[in-house]
């Protein structure tokens, strides 16, 4: 892996864009200077930048040119607006993955109501509503509440109380 330094020496980074550009320093092509790197990588649908025959993510270059070092291997770089795409600074964080697969789209929603903030559920008896969460691999479920504001408040105070991510975009 390219130290900090190297990455550096090769690339400059936007932070308002998300963008990197090849410094012509380096580059074997003068046609390069100034030219946004990376590609669009099809089957992740995330930017990657090509250096010396490695892929990398370019995100985890932001990072790496931001910070000065490669981003935690125990860490996802997470993109807090959801968009993999969008690589601006003010979008980036290091968070553990469990943190960010809460922060990812619902795959195969099973209840009726896609309508339901994320996290909440009607009551087993369909008088009130449920928040769910999971805490390291065990699923959690509150009492009942009658409304769903409230079932999203508590569950918004208890992710908070465990020092879990609260990002929902769907009002969860």
């Given amino acids: 892996m390219l130290s900090p330094e190297e990455v550096r020496t090769l690339l400059t ?21 100034g030219v946004k790197a990376g590609y669009l990588d099809g089957s992740t649908g995330r930017w990657r930048i090509q250096i010396n025959g490695k892929g ?25 607006n959801r968009n993999q ?15 960010n697969a ?23 008896n369909k008088t009130g509503w449920i928040a769910r969460f999971t805490v390291n691999g065990k699923r959690e479920e ?8 409230e079932a999203v408040a508590f569950r918004k105070r208890r992710l908070e109380l465990l020092g879990l991510d609260v990002y929902y975009p769907q009002g969860g």
């Avoid at 980074?13 to 200077?33: E, I, N, V």
């Avoid at 795409?85 to 943190?99: A, E, G, H």
């Avoid at 809460?102 to 087993?124: A, C, E, F, M, W």
């Fill in 13 to 33: 980074y936007d932070p308002s864009t998300g963008t990197c550009q090849w410094k012509t320093a380096l580059c074997k092509r003068r046609d390069f200077d």
């Fill in 56 to 80: 990398y993510l370019r995100s985890n270059v932001a990072w790496c040119i931001m910070t000065g070092s490669w981003p935690d291997p125990k860490l996802d770089v997470d993109h807090i």
């Fill in 85 to 99: 795409l969008d690589d601006r600074w003010c979008n980036l964080r290091q968070i553990s993955r469990s943190n």
């Fill in 102 to 124: 809460r922060n990812s789209q619902s795959r195969g929603r099973k209840t009726v109501n896609h309508d339901l903030p994320y996290g909440i559920k009607p009551s087993r």
């Fill in 142 to 149: 509150s009492p009942t509440f009658y409304t769903i504001e």
